[in-house]
C-alpha cells in the first residue's frame, strides 16, 4: 500500500510538473514587440524606398514573419527540451543529430532562410538584413540549438558569392541556398585559440588547380550530420612557404565530398573525428575535424592568397550582430517562461500596513512581490533593450549597403563599427545575468531540470564565447573602435546619442531621463581624459586592463541611449492616442525604460570609479600571486 502511494505520489508530481511545464512554456517571444522595434523604433519602411529592397512592403515584410512565426511554433519551438535531452554525439566517423535538424536545413531552405538576403539573381529575396534578424530572432527564440546550422550555412555561402570564382559560386552556392547542403567557418585550432596569427593548417598547390589540405580544426559548430549529403567548409590555412602571422593566411572551399564528374559525390578526406559535449545548446553539434589524413583532401582558394582573414573578417560584423541576436531571443524565452510562472505560483502573502501578514488571506501570486518583479522587469529591461540594440546595427548594416553616396557608406560603416562589440557582448553577458535571474523567479523548480529555466542558462552561456569573447570585444572596443580616426567615430556615435536626448527634453515626462543619460556622457568623456594618457604614453597593458569594465560601463549607456528612444516613441503615441498598440503596451515601455535608467544605468558611477582609478593588480609582475 505504502508503495503504490509512493508511486502515485510520484506519478501526480511529474504530471504537475509536466503541466505547470506547459502553462509556462507556451510564449518564447512577443511578435507585437519585435514588430514595433522593427517598424516603428527603427523605421523600416524608410529602407524600402532603397533601390535594393523597391519590391517589399510591410505587408509582405509581415507575411515574411508570419511565416517565420507559424514554422517556429509547429517545427523547433516543440523539440527544445527534446534536443537538450537528446544531444548530438560522435560514432564511427560520424555526427548523429536530432532529426529536426534535417526540417531547419531543407524547410527552411524552401521558406528562405538561408536565402532571403542575397541576390536575386542567384536565388535570394534581397529582403533588409533588418528583417532577416527579425526573423531568425524569433527562431532563436523558439529553439537556439537550430537556427546556427541555417546561419552558417548562409555565412559561409556569402564568403563564396562576395569572394570566389563564379565557377565555384554555381558549383556550391545553390545546394547551400536549398539547405541541401550545409556550410561552416573553419578558425580555431587546438594550439591557437582566438590568436588566428598561430593557424598551422597547410594548403599546398596542385598541377590541377587546386590545393591538397591538411590539418586540424576543432570547435567547428555544425561541422557534420548524418542528414546533409554534403558540408561545405570555409577553411582558413597556410600556403606552403607564406609569411607567418595573419598576413599570410588564405581561405579556401573544403567539401566534405567532391563532386564527380558524373554528378556524384566522393568522399574529400575530411574526417569528423569528435563532438564536442557541452553544457548547453547540446543539439547544435560542435565537432571537430581533420583534413587530409590520407594525403587527398582538396581544397579551392577563395579570392586571393593571403587575403583570408581579410575576406573573413568582412563577415565578422554579420556574425557577431548573430550572436547578439541568439542571446537576446535565449533571454526572451526564459523572461516568457519565468514571467508566466510568476503569474502562476502563488507564494506568500503581501505585507499589510501594520508591516505583518493577514495569515487569513489567501496567498499572493508571486508576480505580486516587489522583488520579484525587480527580477522581471530586469528581464525585460534587457531582452527588449537588446533586441533593440541589434535591430540597431542589422539598420546601420543596411544602410551602410545601400548608401546613395560615399559620405552616408563611411558615417554608416563607422556607426556600426562603433556598437559591433556592444552588439555581440551586451545581449551575451547581461543575456545570461537575466536568465539566472529568471530561474530565481523559479525558485527550487529554476534548478530543476523539469523545467526550462536551467536549460536556456546552459545555452545561454556559449554567447559571450562566440566570435570573440568578451575580453576580445572589450579590448577591440577600448583599443580600436574608442580611438578610431582620432576619436572621429566616437564624436559621432554622441552626437547620435545627444539628437535622442535633445527630443527626449522635449516631454516633461523624459526630461529627468534625458538629463540622467546626458550626465552618464559626460562621465564618459572624465574616463576617457584619465585613461587616454596611457595609451599616447604607449602603456597598453595599463590602458587596457580594466576594458571589460569599460565595455560594461559603455554597453549601459548605449542600451540606455536605446531605452530613451523606446520611450519617446511609447510617449509619443499616448500623447497623439495612437490606436496601433494599447495603452498598456505603451506605457509597459516607458515603465521598464524607468527600470533600466534607475537600477541599471546607475551601476556606471561604480564601474567609472574603477575605471578612473586604475589599480595595478590585474597587471603580472615578477612574483606570482595567484599561488
Known sequence: MVTHYFCLTIII????????????????????TLKYMLYDIHKLENLLDRERFVDHDKESLDMFLD?????????????????????????DGKVFVHRQVETMMKKGGELGFISAPFDYDIGGMQIPLMVHTAATYILDAANNHLPGYAGLTQGAAELIIHFASKDLL???????????????????????GSSLSEIATKAIPSQNGCYKISGQKIFISGGDNQYAENIVHL?????????????????????KNRNNSDGSLSSNDVTTVADFQKMGQKGYCTTHLSFGDKEDCQGWLVGEENQGLNYMFLMMNAARIAVGRASSAIASAAYYASLQYANERPQGRKLTNNGKKNIEQSQSLIIEHPDVRRMLLLQKAVVEGSMSLVLLAAKYYDLENTAKSKEERIKYNTLLEMIIPVVKTYPSEAGAYSVNNGLQVLGGYGF?????????????????????????Q????????????????????????????????????????????????????????????????GDFEKYLADASVFMEFFSLIIVGWNWLEIAINSQESLNIKNNKYSNIFYKSKIETMKYFFDYELPKTVSQSEILMNPSSVTIKKEEEILI
Open 235 to 255: 577553411v582558413l590555412a597556410r600556403v606552403e612557404g607564406a609569411s607567418k602571422g595573419t598576413k599570410g593566411i588564405s581561405l579556401f572551399i573544403v567539401p
Open 170 to 192: 554555381e558549383i556550391f552556392v545553390p545546394n547551400m541556398l536549398s539547405g541541401k547542403w550545409g556550410g561552416t567557418m573553419c578558425l580555431t585550432e587546438s594550439q591557437s
Open 67 to 91: 511565416s517565420t512565426k507559424d514554422f517556429a511554433d509547429r517545427e523547433l519551438f516543440p523539440f527544445i527540451k527534446e534536443m537538450d535531452e537528446r544531444p548530438a554525439y560522435h560514432k
Open 13 to 32: 508530481g511529474k504530471l504537475r510538473h509536466q503541466i505547470l511545464y506547459k502553462i509556462m512554456s507556451d510564449k518564447y517571444i512577443d511578435i507585437d
Open 474 to 537: 572589450s579590448q577591440d572596443l577600448l583599443g580600436r573602435k574608442i580611438t578610431m580616426n582620432n576619436g572621429e567615430g566616437l564624436k559621432l556615435l554622441l552626437a547620435e546619442i545627444l539628437l535622442t536626448v535633445k527630443k527626449a527634453n522635449d516631454f516633461p515626462e523624459l526630461k529627468n531621463y534625458a538629463d540622467s543619460l546626458n550626465q552618464k556622457l559626460m562621465l564618459s568623456e572624465k574616463v576617457l581624459k584619465i585613461l587616454m594618457p596611457h595609451a599616447l604614453k
Open 448 to 472: 530543476c531540470s523539469d523545467f526550462i529555466l536551467q536549460q536556456y542558462y546552459r545555452d545561454i552561456r556559449i554567447s559571450s564565447i562566440y566570435e570573440g569573447t568578451t575580453g576580445i
